[in-house]
Protein backbone atom coordinates (compact mmCIF):
# COMPACT_ATOMS: atom_id res chain seq x y z
CA UNK A 1 0.00 0.00 0.00
CA UNK A 2 1.31 3.45 -1.59
CA UNK A 3 0.12 6.26 1.60
CA UNK A 4 -0.32 9.62 -0.66
CA UNK A 5 0.62 11.22 2.34
CA UNK A 6 3.49 11.12 4.41
CA UNK A 7 2.78 9.29 7.51
CA UNK A 8 5.24 11.89 9.86
CA UNK A 9 2.94 14.80 8.87
CA UNK A 10 -0.31 14.31 10.45
CA UNK A 11 -3.06 16.79 10.03
CA UNK A 12 -6.77 17.05 10.59
CA UNK A 13 -7.09 16.84 6.94
CA UNK A 14 -4.31 13.59 6.26
CA UNK A 15 -5.85 11.27 8.91
CA UNK A 16 -9.24 10.40 7.40
CA UNK A 17 -7.48 10.30 4.35
CA UNK A 18 -5.49 7.38 6.03
CA UNK A 19 -8.45 5.63 6.93
CA UNK A 20 -9.68 5.55 4.41
CA UNK A 21 -6.47 3.77 2.97
CA UNK A 22 -6.35 1.43 5.59
CA UNK A 23 -9.65 -0.36 3.89
CA UNK A 24 -8.79 -4.01 3.02
CA UNK A 25 -9.56 -4.49 -0.94
CA UNK A 26 -8.74 -7.58 -0.82
CA UNK A 27 -10.88 -8.14 2.23
CA UNK A 28 -13.68 -6.58 0.36
CA UNK A 29 -13.19 -8.74 -2.80
CA UNK A 30 -13.33 -11.90 -0.91
CA UNK A 31 -16.88 -11.14 0.95
CA UNK A 32 -17.91 -9.95 -2.51
CA UNK A 33 -17.18 -13.13 -4.16
CA UNK A 34 -18.16 -15.23 -0.71
CA UNK A 35 -22.13 -14.68 -1.71
CA UNK A 36 -21.47 -17.12 -4.19
CA UNK A 37 -19.89 -19.58 -2.85
CA UNK A 38 -20.27 -22.46 -0.66
CA UNK A 39 -17.57 -21.74 1.58
CA UNK A 40 -15.55 -18.89 2.70
CA UNK A 41 -12.32 -17.13 1.50
CA UNK A 42 -10.68 -14.89 3.77
CA UNK A 43 -8.70 -11.98 2.61
CA UNK A 44 -5.21 -14.32 2.60
CA UNK A 45 -7.22 -16.22 -0.14
CA UNK A 46 -7.62 -12.85 -2.36
CA UNK A 47 -4.14 -11.09 -3.93
CA UNK A 48 -5.46 -7.54 -6.13
CA UNK A 49 -3.70 -6.91 -9.62
CA UNK A 50 -3.69 -4.25 -12.31
CA UNK A 51 -6.62 -5.07 -13.59
CA UNK A 52 -6.81 -8.76 -14.66
CA UNK A 53 -4.01 -9.56 -17.36
CA UNK A 54 -1.85 -9.45 -14.58
CA UNK A 55 -3.77 -11.49 -13.20
CA UNK A 56 -3.08 -13.85 -16.07
CA UNK A 57 -0.02 -13.34 -16.63
CA UNK A 58 0.88 -13.74 -12.78
CA UNK A 59 -1.07 -17.12 -13.22
CA UNK A 60 0.67 -18.38 -16.10
CA UNK A 61 4.18 -17.34 -14.52
CA UNK A 62 3.89 -18.86 -11.07
CA UNK A 63 3.28 -22.41 -13.54
CA UNK A 64 5.53 -21.73 -15.49
CA UNK A 65 8.82 -24.61 -16.01
CA UNK A 66 10.74 -26.41 -17.98
CA UNK A 67 8.40 -28.94 -20.35
CA UNK A 68 5.57 -27.67 -18.90
CA UNK A 69 2.24 -27.25 -21.26
CA UNK A 70 -1.00 -25.55 -20.78
CA UNK A 71 -4.50 -26.40 -21.89
CA UNK A 72 -6.19 -23.13 -23.71
CA UNK A 73 -9.87 -23.09 -25.42
CA UNK A 74 -10.58 -22.14 -29.23
CA UNK A 75 -11.31 -19.81 -29.46
CA UNK A 76 -10.33 -17.87 -27.00
CA UNK A 77 -8.86 -14.42 -25.31
CA UNK A 78 -5.24 -13.79 -27.62
CA UNK A 79 -3.41 -12.45 -24.37
CA UNK A 80 -2.97 -16.04 -23.08
CA UNK A 81 -1.11 -16.88 -26.45
CA UNK A 82 1.08 -13.98 -25.78
CA UNK A 83 1.79 -14.85 -22.05
CA UNK A 84 2.34 -18.03 -22.50
CA UNK A 85 5.31 -17.67 -25.08
CA UNK A 86 6.90 -15.25 -22.79
CA UNK A 87 6.67 -17.61 -19.81
CA UNK A 88 7.89 -20.85 -22.17
CA UNK A 89 4.64 -22.80 -22.18
CA UNK A 90 4.06 -24.45 -24.35
CA UNK A 91 0.28 -24.50 -25.09
CA UNK A 92 -2.38 -26.98 -26.67
CA UNK A 93 -5.78 -25.72 -27.53
CA UNK A 94 -9.21 -27.60 -26.49
CA UNK A 95 -12.46 -27.09 -28.56
CA UNK A 96 -15.40 -25.02 -27.38
CA UNK A 97 -18.34 -26.79 -29.33
CA UNK A 98 -20.66 -24.81 -30.99
CA UNK A 99 -23.58 -26.88 -31.21
CA UNK A 100 -23.43 -27.36 -27.74
CA UNK A 101 -23.58 -23.63 -26.80
CA UNK A 102 -19.60 -23.69 -26.95
CA UNK A 103 -18.72 -26.12 -23.83
CA UNK A 104 -15.53 -27.60 -23.71
CA UNK A 105 -14.45 -30.86 -25.49
CA UNK A 106 -13.96 -33.08 -22.54
CA UNK A 107 -12.72 -35.92 -24.49
CA UNK A 108 -10.29 -33.12 -26.33
CA UNK A 109 -8.75 -32.69 -22.41
CA UNK A 110 -8.49 -35.81 -21.77
CA UNK A 111 -6.99 -36.80 -25.09
CA UNK A 112 -4.42 -33.47 -24.91
CA UNK A 113 -3.36 -33.64 -20.95
CA UNK A 114 -0.22 -35.79 -20.18
CA UNK A 115 1.92 -35.43 -17.08
CA UNK A 116 3.41 -31.97 -18.08
CA UNK A 117 0.17 -29.90 -18.25
CA UNK A 118 -0.17 -27.90 -15.32
CA UNK A 119 -3.53 -26.05 -15.94
CA UNK A 120 -6.97 -25.62 -18.22
CA UNK A 121 -7.94 -22.36 -18.49
CA UNK A 122 -11.87 -22.15 -18.24
CA UNK A 123 -13.80 -18.24 -19.44
CA UNK A 124 -17.17 -18.38 -18.42
CA UNK A 125 -19.27 -16.00 -19.24
CA UNK A 126 -17.33 -16.54 -22.58
CA UNK A 127 -15.75 -14.31 -24.88
CA UNK A 128 -15.49 -14.53 -27.39
CA UNK A 129 -18.44 -16.77 -27.74
CA UNK A 130 -21.02 -14.85 -25.31
CA UNK A 131 -21.70 -18.35 -23.81
CA UNK A 132 -22.95 -19.12 -20.41
CA UNK A 133 -21.64 -22.25 -18.65
CA UNK A 134 -24.41 -24.73 -16.46
CA UNK A 135 -23.43 -25.70 -13.03
CA UNK A 136 -23.53 -29.29 -14.69
CA UNK A 137 -21.05 -28.71 -17.08
CA UNK A 138 -19.00 -26.71 -14.85
CA UNK A 139 -18.85 -29.73 -12.05
CA UNK A 140 -17.86 -32.22 -15.27
CA UNK A 141 -14.57 -29.30 -16.05
CA UNK A 142 -14.14 -29.55 -12.64
CA UNK A 143 -14.17 -33.75 -12.33
CA UNK A 144 -11.97 -33.93 -15.44
CA UNK A 145 -9.40 -31.73 -14.15
CA UNK A 146 -9.21 -33.66 -10.81
CA UNK A 147 -8.63 -36.83 -12.65
CA UNK A 148 -5.92 -35.10 -14.88
CA UNK A 149 -4.17 -33.87 -11.44
CA UNK A 150 -4.36 -30.56 -12.79
CA UNK A 151 -5.96 -27.12 -11.61
CA UNK A 152 -8.28 -24.93 -13.08
CA UNK A 153 -7.30 -21.22 -14.13
CA UNK A 154 -11.01 -19.62 -14.31
CA UNK A 155 -11.42 -16.71 -15.97
CA UNK A 156 -14.77 -14.66 -14.85
CA UNK A 157 -13.73 -11.10 -15.76
CA UNK A 158 -17.17 -10.96 -17.13
CA UNK A 159 -19.04 -12.56 -14.10
CA UNK A 160 -22.53 -11.62 -14.09
CA UNK A 161 -23.01 -10.27 -16.84
CA UNK A 162 -25.79 -12.88 -18.44
CA UNK A 163 -28.76 -12.10 -19.69
CA UNK A 164 -30.11 -15.38 -20.89
CA UNK A 165 -31.65 -18.44 -19.58
CA UNK A 166 -28.66 -19.52 -16.97
CA UNK A 167 -27.53 -18.40 -14.02
CA UNK A 168 -23.65 -17.13 -14.03
CA UNK A 169 -22.06 -20.24 -11.61
CA UNK A 170 -18.46 -19.31 -10.34
CA UNK A 171 -15.77 -22.25 -10.84
CA UNK A 172 -14.88 -21.84 -7.05
CA UNK A 173 -18.34 -23.91 -6.14
CA UNK A 174 -16.22 -26.94 -7.05
CA UNK A 175 -12.92 -26.23 -5.22
CA UNK A 176 -13.25 -29.15 -2.97
CA UNK A 177 -12.70 -31.17 -6.25
CA UNK A 178 -10.28 -29.90 -7.99
CA UNK A 179 -8.31 -26.16 -7.13
CA UNK A 180 -9.08 -23.19 -8.56
CA UNK A 181 -7.50 -19.81 -9.51
CA UNK A 182 -10.04 -17.57 -10.00
CA UNK A 183 -9.24 -14.01 -12.10
CA UNK A 184 -11.77 -11.36 -12.21
CA UNK A 185 -11.92 -7.55 -12.10
CA UNK A 186 -14.26 -4.36 -11.66
CA UNK A 187 -13.79 -3.38 -14.93
CA UNK A 188 -16.68 -4.84 -16.85
CA UNK A 189 -19.63 -5.44 -14.26
CA UNK A 190 -19.16 -2.11 -12.82
CA UNK A 191 -18.08 -0.64 -16.07
CA UNK A 192 -15.14 1.37 -15.03
CA UNK A 193 -12.20 -0.27 -17.12
CA UNK A 194 -10.04 2.37 -16.60
CA UNK A 195 -9.46 2.15 -12.84
CA UNK A 196 -7.06 -1.61 -13.50
CA UNK A 197 -8.22 -3.59 -10.18
CA UNK A 198 -8.31 -6.86 -10.82
CA UNK A 199 -7.73 -9.64 -8.66
CA UNK A 200 -6.25 -13.56 -8.64
CA UNK A 201 -7.96 -15.85 -5.86
CA UNK A 202 -7.38 -19.17 -4.70
CA UNK A 203 -10.45 -21.12 -4.27
CA UNK A 204 -8.50 -24.38 -2.37
CA UNK A 205 -10.34 -25.68 0.26
CA UNK A 206 -8.57 -28.78 0.93
CA UNK A 207 -4.95 -26.86 1.16
CA UNK A 208 -3.78 -28.01 -1.89
CA UNK A 209 -2.12 -24.81 -3.26
CA UNK A 210 -0.36 -24.18 0.11
CA UNK A 211 1.20 -27.35 0.48
CA UNK A 212 2.87 -27.76 -3.19
CA UNK A 213 4.12 -24.11 -2.54
CA UNK A 214 1.69 -22.34 -4.85
CA UNK A 215 0.85 -19.60 -2.94
CA UNK A 216 4.01 -18.87 -1.73
CA UNK A 217 5.40 -18.34 -5.53
CA UNK A 218 2.01 -15.82 -6.36
CA UNK A 219 3.55 -14.33 -2.98
CA UNK A 220 6.66 -13.61 -4.10
CA UNK A 221 5.83 -12.76 -7.60
CA UNK A 222 3.47 -9.52 -6.67
CA UNK A 223 6.05 -8.09 -3.67
CA UNK A 224 7.98 -7.29 -7.03
CA UNK A 225 5.38 -5.96 -9.47
CA UNK A 226 3.47 -3.30 -9.44
CA UNK A 227 0.62 -2.68 -7.64
CA UNK A 228 -3.06 -1.18 -8.03
CA UNK A 229 -3.43 2.47 -8.15
CA UNK A 230 -4.15 2.85 -4.14
CA UNK A 231 -6.59 5.60 -4.54
CA UNK A 232 -9.17 2.80 -6.04
CA UNK A 233 -7.57 -0.17 -3.37
CA UNK A 234 -9.12 2.32 -1.16
CA UNK A 235 -11.95 2.90 -2.87
CA UNK A 236 -13.24 -0.68 -4.12
CA UNK A 237 -14.75 -1.31 -0.82
CA UNK A 238 -17.13 1.55 -0.84
CA UNK A 239 -17.99 0.27 -4.81
CA UNK A 240 -18.51 -2.82 -3.75
CA UNK A 241 -21.06 -2.35 -1.23
CA UNK A 242 -23.45 0.68 -2.33
CA UNK A 243 -23.50 0.06 -5.50
CA UNK A 244 -27.16 -0.86 -6.42
CA UNK A 245 -28.59 -3.86 -7.63
CA UNK A 246 -30.81 -1.25 -10.09
CA UNK A 247 -27.44 -0.41 -11.62
CA UNK A 248 -26.68 -4.04 -12.32
CA UNK A 249 -30.07 -4.98 -13.85
CA UNK A 250 -29.90 -1.44 -16.04
CA UNK A 251 -26.62 -2.78 -17.54
CA UNK A 252 -27.94 -6.35 -17.68
CA UNK A 253 -31.44 -4.86 -19.89
CA UNK A 254 -29.17 -2.59 -22.25
CA UNK A 255 -26.98 -5.88 -23.05
CA UNK A 256 -29.61 -8.53 -23.55
CA UNK A 257 -31.71 -6.16 -25.39
CA UNK A 258 -28.31 -5.03 -27.84
CA UNK A 259 -27.64 -9.36 -28.10
CA UNK A 260 -31.54 -9.77 -28.79
CA UNK A 261 -31.02 -6.66 -31.79
CA UNK A 262 -27.95 -8.32 -32.61
CA UNK A 263 -28.94 -11.67 -33.51
CA UNK A 264 -31.84 -11.06 -35.08
CA UNK A 265 -29.84 -8.75 -37.00
CA UNK A 266 -27.68 -11.46 -37.96
CA UNK A 267 -29.91 -13.50 -39.14
CA UNK A 268 -30.78 -11.77 -42.30
CA UNK A 269 -26.92 -11.66 -43.36
CA UNK A 270 -26.67 -13.97 -45.77
CA UNK A 271 -23.00 -14.57 -45.50
CA UNK A 272 -22.70 -15.65 -41.98
CA UNK A 273 -24.41 -18.05 -39.38
CA UNK A 274 -24.84 -17.46 -35.95
CA UNK A 275 -25.25 -21.00 -34.16
CA UNK A 276 -26.42 -19.76 -30.61
CA UNK A 277 -28.05 -16.42 -29.00
CA UNK A 278 -25.20 -15.04 -26.73
CA UNK A 279 -26.33 -15.13 -22.95
CA UNK A 280 -23.32 -13.20 -21.46
CA UNK A 281 -20.65 -11.11 -21.52
CA UNK A 282 -20.38 -9.05 -24.81
CA UNK A 283 -19.68 -10.80 -27.63
CA UNK A 284 -20.71 -13.34 -30.30
CA UNK A 285 -19.42 -15.37 -32.67
CA UNK A 286 -20.44 -15.85 -36.17
CA UNK A 287 -19.12 -18.61 -38.90
CA UNK A 288 -18.21 -16.62 -42.20
CA UNK A 289 -19.79 -18.68 -45.54
CA UNK A 290 -17.60 -18.36 -47.95
CA UNK A 291 -18.96 -20.28 -50.36
CA UNK A 292 -21.46 -17.47 -50.75
CA UNK A 293 -19.10 -14.98 -51.57
CA UNK A 294 -17.81 -14.12 -54.67
CA UNK A 295 -14.32 -12.27 -54.11
CA UNK A 296 -13.64 -12.98 -50.09
CA UNK A 297 -10.66 -14.89 -49.48
CA UNK A 298 -10.73 -15.64 -45.54
CA UNK A 299 -12.05 -13.91 -42.81
CA UNK A 300 -8.72 -11.40 -42.60
CA UNK A 301 -9.89 -10.59 -45.70
CA UNK A 302 -13.74 -9.75 -45.13
CA UNK A 303 -12.41 -8.00 -42.33
CA UNK A 304 -9.97 -5.67 -44.05
CA UNK A 305 -12.81 -5.12 -47.19
CA UNK A 306 -15.37 -4.18 -45.07
CA UNK A 307 -13.61 -1.75 -43.11
CA UNK A 308 -12.43 -0.04 -45.70
CA UNK A 309 -15.76 -0.32 -47.83
CA UNK A 310 -18.23 -0.06 -44.93
CA UNK A 311 -16.36 1.40 -41.95
CA UNK A 312 -17.36 -1.22 -39.71
CA UNK A 313 -15.08 -3.39 -38.08
CA UNK A 314 -15.33 -6.73 -36.60
CA UNK A 315 -12.37 -9.09 -35.69
CA UNK A 316 -11.59 -11.58 -37.85
CA UNK A 317 -11.88 -15.05 -36.02
CA UNK A 318 -7.98 -16.11 -36.43
CA UNK A 319 -7.19 -13.42 -34.26
CA UNK A 320 -8.59 -16.10 -31.50
CA UNK A 321 -8.03 -19.52 -32.98
CA UNK A 322 -10.96 -19.96 -35.20
CA UNK A 323 -10.06 -19.12 -39.02
CA UNK A 324 -13.17 -18.13 -41.18
CA UNK A 325 -15.03 -17.02 -38.09
CA UNK A 326 -15.94 -13.35 -36.88
CA UNK A 327 -16.39 -11.62 -33.24
CA UNK A 328 -19.06 -9.46 -33.34
CA UNK A 329 -19.24 -6.85 -30.23
CA UNK A 330 -22.96 -5.93 -29.27
CA UNK A 331 -21.82 -3.71 -26.43
CA UNK A 332 -22.30 -0.38 -28.31
CA UNK A 333 -24.92 2.08 -28.69
CA UNK A 334 -28.44 0.50 -30.09
CA UNK A 335 -28.73 2.61 -33.45
CA UNK A 336 -24.19 2.19 -34.21
CA UNK A 337 -25.65 -1.78 -33.79
CA UNK A 338 -27.88 -1.42 -35.83
CA UNK A 339 -26.46 0.75 -38.30
CA UNK A 340 -23.01 -1.15 -38.73
CA UNK A 341 -24.84 -4.82 -39.52
CA UNK A 342 -27.03 -2.75 -41.73
CA UNK A 343 -23.48 -1.99 -43.56
CA UNK A 344 -22.38 -5.76 -43.32
CA UNK A 345 -25.45 -7.00 -45.00
CA UNK A 346 -25.25 -4.58 -47.98
CA UNK A 347 -21.49 -5.37 -47.72
CA UNK A 348 -22.13 -9.50 -48.04
CA UNK A 349 -25.31 -8.86 -50.93
CA UNK A 350 -22.51 -6.50 -52.97
CA UNK A 351 -19.99 -9.50 -52.37
CA UNK A 352 -22.34 -11.91 -53.07
CA UNK A 353 -21.97 -14.92 -55.45
CA UNK A 354 -24.61 -14.30 -58.52
CA UNK A 355 -27.43 -16.80 -58.82
Not at 83 to 98: M, N, Q, S
Not at 192 to 206: E, I
Not at 307 to 326: F, M, T, Y
Request: proline share 6%.
Amino acid sequence: MRWLIPLDRPSSIAMPLLLVFFLRGDRAVAEYLNRDLPYKLSEDDVYLTLGCLQAIEVALTVLARPGANILFPRPGFPYYESRAAVCGLEVRHFDLVPERGWEVDLEAIESLADKNTVAMVVVNPGNPCGCVYSYEHLKKVAETAKKLGILVIADEVYAHLTFGSKQFVPMGVFGSIVPVLTLGSISKRWIVPGWRLGWLVTTDPNGILLKTGMVDTIKGYLDISSDPPTVIQGGVQQLIENTKEDFFLKIKSLLKKAADTGYDRLQDIPCVTCPMKPEGSMFVMVKLNLSKLDDIEDDVDFCVKLAREESVIVLPGIAVGLKNWLRVTFAIEPSALEDGLDRMKAFCKRHGKKQ
